[in-house]
């Protein structure tokens, strides 16, 4: 992806998520680079590392970027609701990283 320019971007600086295409003989997609710039000594650098404060922005412009991944891969809008229920979503996380556990207690591993 990094010869690659994006498809499209959201930019809550200094936080951005830039789009790709993706695509193989069978299928295409999109996937999402989540990053942050940042000047130093006169020069413009990206880093995928994020303060507090980045955190918080990027919190903030999830729904927009899983939305505008949504209407790239699909060239549809994303119904208003679907992933905005964030306690459904968290739920889900939270099941999938017991399950894991799980698996990994079973093997003889900690996570």
Do not use: C
């Not at 193989?24 to 006169?42: A, P, Q």
């Amino acid at each position: 992806m990094s010869n690659t320019k994006p498809i499209d971007k959201i930019e809550r600086f200094p936080v951005e998520a830039s789009f790709f295409e993706g695509s193989n003989e069978d299928k295409s997609w999109v996937n999402t680079s989540i990053s942050k710039v940042y000047e130093k000594d006169g020069k413009w650098h990206r880093t995928n590392n994020f303060s507090g404060n980045d955190l918080l922005k990027l919190n903030a412009m999830m729904p927009d970027v899983i939305a505008r991944q949504h209407e790239l891969e699909t060239g549809q809008p994303q119904e208003e609701n679907q992933g905005s229920n964030m306690d459904e979503l968290r739920e889900r996380a939270q099941n999938r990283r017991a399950r894991s556990q799980g698996q990994a207690q079973d093997q003889g591993h900690s996570l």
